[in-house]
C-alpha cells in the first residue's frame, strides 16, 4: 500500500527529530541535553517530541525495533536446506563484506559509542535490547521448530547465535573506537568471523534446517 502524505510527513518529522538529536547528544552528551534542547533545536513542541518518542533513549536508539528484530527475519528468511545458524552466519557474512552501517562500520562511529559508554541509561538501554533480541530469537526458534514450552534447546541455540552476533558486535567496536578505517575492519572482521564459525559445534550449525518447498 502507498505511503499518505499525512503518513510520509508523520515519518519525516520523526527522522528530522531523531537525526537533530542524535546530533545534539554527540555533541554534547546524552546526559546534558534534554527534551526540551532537543525541541528547540527542531521547532517543535516538548509534547510533539514525546509523540514520536516515549522516552529520552528512544531518541538515540530510535531503530531499536530493526535491531531486536533482526536475526528473528534472518531465520524466517532461510533458504530450503539451510538452518538458523546458517542463515545468521550468511546475513551477517553479506553484511561485513558490504562494510554496512548497521553492523558499526561507517565513520564517526567512535563518538556514537562514546556516547553510550558515558551514560548509563543508554547502556542499560542497550542491555535490555540484547536480551529482547535473544528472547525474539527463542521465540521464532520454538514457532519454527514445533518445540514445546519445556524443551531447552530453542533458548540454548538462541544464546550461541546470539553470542556470534554480540562477539562480533563488540569486535567491530572495539576497532572502530580506535578511528580505524572500515574497510579494513570489515577485511578483519570476515576473519574472525570465520573462526567463530569453526567454533560451532554441528549441533548449533545443524539446528532448525529449513525443509525443501
Given at each position: 500500500?502507498a505511503e499518505?502524505l499525512?503518513e510520509r510527513?508523520?515519518?519525516?518529522?520523526r527522522?528530522r527529530?531523531?537525526d537533530?538529536?542524535t546530533?545534539?547528544?554527540?555533541?554534547h552528551?546524552f546526559?546534558?541535553?534534554t527534551?526540551?534542547?532537543?525541541?528547540?533545536?527542531a521547532?517543535v513542541s516538548?509534547?510533539?517530541?514525546?509523540?514520536?518518542?516515549?522516552?529520552?533513549?528512544?531518541?538515540?536508539?530510535?531503530?531499536s525495533q530493526?535491531?531486536?528484530?533482526?536475526l528473528?527475519?534472518?531465520?524466517?528468511?532461510?533458504?530450503?536446506?539451510?538452518?538458523a545458524t546458517?542463515?545468521?552466519?550468511?546475513?551477517?557474512?553479506?553484511?561485513i563484506e558490504?562494510?554496512?552501517?548497521?553492523m558499526g562500520?561507517?565513520?564517526?562511529?567512535d563518538?556514537f559509542?562514546?556516547?553510550?559508554?558515558?551514560a548509563?541509561p543508554?547502556?542499560?538501554?542497550?542491555?535490555s535490547?540484547?536480551?529482547?533480541?535473544q528472547?525474539n530469537?527463542?521465540?521464532?526458534?520454538r514457532?519454527?521448530?514445533?518445540?514445546?514450552a519445556?524443551?531447552?534447546?530453542?533458548g540454548?541455540i538462541a544464546g550461541q547465535i546470539c553470542?556470534?552476533?554480540?562477539t562480533?558486535?563488540?569486535a567491530?567496536g572495539?576497532e572502530?573506537?580506535?578511528?580505524r578505517?572500515?574497510d579494513?575492519?570489515s577485511?578483519?572482521?570476515?576473519?574472525?568471523?570465520d573462526?567463530?564459525?569453526?567454533?560451532?559445534?554441528?549441533k548449533?550449525?545443524?539446528?532448525?534446517?529449513?525443509?525443501?518447498?
Amino acid at each position: 500500500m502507498a505511503e499518505g502524505l499525512r503518513e510520509r510527513k508523520k515519518r519525516e518529522t520523526r527522522q528530522r527529530i531523531s537525526d537533530i538529536a542524535t546530533g545534539l547528544f554527540l555533541e554534547h552528551g546524552f546526559v546534558t541535553v534534554t527534551i526540551a534542547d532537543v525541541a528547540e533545536a527542531a521547532d517543535v513542541s516538548v509534547n510533539t517530541v514525546y509523540n514520536y518518542f516515549p522516552a529520552k533513549e528512544d531518541l538515540f536508539f530510535d531503530r531499536s525495533q530493526g535491531v531486536v528484530d533482526r536475526l528473528s527475519r534472518w531465520v524466517r528468511g532461510r533458504d530450503a536446506g539451510e538452518s538458523a545458524t546458517g542463515a545468521v552466519l550468511r546475513e551477517l557474512r553479506a553484511e561485513i563484506e558490504a562494510v554496512s552501517p548497521r553492523m558499526g562500520l561507517i565513520e564517526g562511529y567512535d563518538r556514537f559509542m562514546r556516547c553510550i559508554e558515558e551514560a548509563p541509561p543508554l547502556r542499560s538501554r542497550l542491555w535490555s535490547m540484547q536480551q529482547e533480541l535473544q528472547d525474539n530469537l527463542e521465540a521464532t526458534l520454538r514457532e519454527e521448530t514445533g518445540a514445546t514450552a519445556g524443551d531447552p534447546l530453542p533458548g540454548l541455540i538462541a544464546g550461541q547465535i546470539c553470542w556470534v552476533h554480540g562477539t562480533l558486535f563488540v569486535a567491530i567496536g572495539r576497532e572502530m573506537v580506535k578511528g580505524r578505517n572500515p574497510d579494513e575492519v570489515s577485511r578483519e572482521m570476515l576473519v574472525v568471523l570465520d573462526d567463530i564459525e569453526e567454533l560451532l559445534g554441528e549441533k548449533v550449525l545443524n539446528y532448525a534446517v529449513r525443509g525443501a518447498a
